[in-house]
């Protein structure tokens, strides 16, 4: 399984990666894999989140019918091309710095009848942005799709991965007070990537996913990535069995944050965000 041919990570232009990441919060790279390799990513993520419906824990609640699961690396057989990629290490490099750290991956999957999710950031902002006016943390994300119109897209509000919601937000830091959303909407961008799309963000940017009306589910690849002093390994558990973690490129491995074991032990799914589970 391989992605299409990139130009090195050197070709990408540093300050066009960090405008666009500083300024509108999000980014993207039209076309940056196969049609044919996104459809054997889309079996694979198929497989696994009917495992982990199964598994008591397994896919975490996002809304009404939308769920989280995050993965074992080395069940997805295109893991290695998502890693070394060379837009999505150019991106990391740029932002994060030479020794980002890739401590999650996992799909969100909203399912026919996803509600509309409140405005919200991933987490609450980190030290580092508040004060430092620094990101230290990216996600990437990959649709599985062709993303439509009924299908629920991805709505986010621009330059907002610096707004302080001190006093502004409930207890969690996350979840914007309503009388802040006359902002969000004004600056809310749509967005409908195609089949092969990647595109990075600050989780800190507030965004929200949309109401899916469609009669199929629209599941998106989350790769999350760390500067070194983020410490959102904590709320993941990357794995990798010893035979994998030897296989793995070398630029690859050495930027990966994850527990190397003998056999693969099911995910306790730790990245719970309460205020997402009833939707709007």
């Not at 066009?16 to 990441?21: A, D, Q, T, V």
């Not at 809304?63 to 837009?87: C, K, M, Q, T």
């Not at 902002?125 to 990959?142: C, D, K, Q």
Request: hydrophobic share 40%; with cysteine; charged share 20%.
């Amino acid at each position: 399984m391989s992605a299409q041919p990139q130009a090195p990570s050197s070709q990408f232009d540093t300050a066009e990666i960090l405008g666009g990441l500083y300024g509108a919060g999000i980014i993207a790279c039209k076309g940056g894999f196969e049609r044919a390799w996104v459809q054997r990513l889309r079996e694979d993520v198929d497989t696994l989140f009917a495992e982990a419906l199964q598994r008591p824990g397994g896919a975490l609640n996002r809304g009404p019918n939308r769920y989280y699961v995050e993965v074992h690396p080395e069940r997805l057989r295109g893991f290695v091309d998502i890693a070394s990629h060379p837009w999505i290490v150019a991106v990391c490099e740029a932002v994060l710095g030479p020794d980002y750290r890739i401590v999650e991956i996992g799909f969100d999957v909203p399912g026919p009848g996803a509600a509309n999710q409140p405005w919200h950031r991933d987490f609450p902002t980190p030290e580092a942005t508040a004060r430092g006016r620094r990101l230290n943390s990216l996600a990437f994300n990959m649709t599985l799709v062709d993303v439509s119109e009924e299908m629920g897209p991805l709505e986010i509000a621009p330059g907002t991965q610096w707004d302080d919601l001190s006093g502004r937000s409930d207890a969690s830091g996350m979840f914007p007070d309503k009388a802040l959303y006359p902002r969000y909407e004004a600056r809310m961008q749509r967005k409908m990537p195609a089949m092969g799309d990647i595109s990075a963000r600050s989780a800190l940017t507030i965004h929200r996913g949309t109401a899916n009306r469609s009669n199929v589910s629209r599941p998106i690849l989350v790769l999350g990535v760390d500067a070194p002093d983020a410490g959102n390994a904590a709320r993941h558990d990357l794995q990798a069995t010893r035979a994998y973690w030897e296989s793995l490129p070398p630029q690859v491995r050495e930027h990966m944050t994850c527990r190397v074991v003998d056999q693969l032990e099911a995910i306790v799914q730790m990245h719970t965000i309460e205020g997402l589970k009833m939707g709007v």
